[in-house]
Nanobody, 119 residues
Framework: QVQLVESGGGLVQPGGSLRLSCAAS????????MSWYRQAPGEERELVGTISSTGGTTNYADSIKGRFTISRDNAKRTVYLQMNSLKPEDTAVYYC????????????WGQGTQVTVSS
């Protein structure tokens, strides 16, 4: 059974930091690019950033560039999103997304974790 389980969300003050984790099971993690998306209330889901299957390539949305970092540990089957200098506009549900780099149709979503940035 495929699972992507996010954790690490919560309430943080502006300027603070959080690290989200996404633990994967049920598929060949090392062959999947991993992304983080977010969706704020009333807004469309947007891409935060992506890391390649090997971790050698990352790319980020302009809105979070320089503040957020995506990393992965293939041995632990986990992808991370380190979020620094958080702003109220970063408040959203954050989702983990896996996309196969081998099989075009194979992709999975996590259930999401809430991040709230507020004083």
């Amino acid at each position: 059974q495929v699972q992507l389980v996010e954790s690490g969300g919560g309430l943080v003050q502006p300027g603070g930091s959080l690290r989200l984790s996404c633990a994967a099971s049920g598929f060949t993690f090392r062959r999947y690019a991993m992304s983080w998306y977010r969706q704020a209330p009333g807004e469309e889901r947007e891409l935060v950033g992506t890391i390649s299957s090997t971790g050698g390539t990352t790319n980020y949305a302009d809105s979070i560039k320089g503040r957020f970092t995506i990393s992965r540990d293939n041995a632990k089957r986990t992808v991370y999103l380190q979020m620094n200098s958080l702003k109220p506009e970063d408040t959203a549900v954050y989702y983990c997304y896996a996309r196969s780099e081998v099989i075009a149709w194979s992709s999975y979503w996590g259930q999401g974790t809430q991040v709230t940035v507020s004083s």
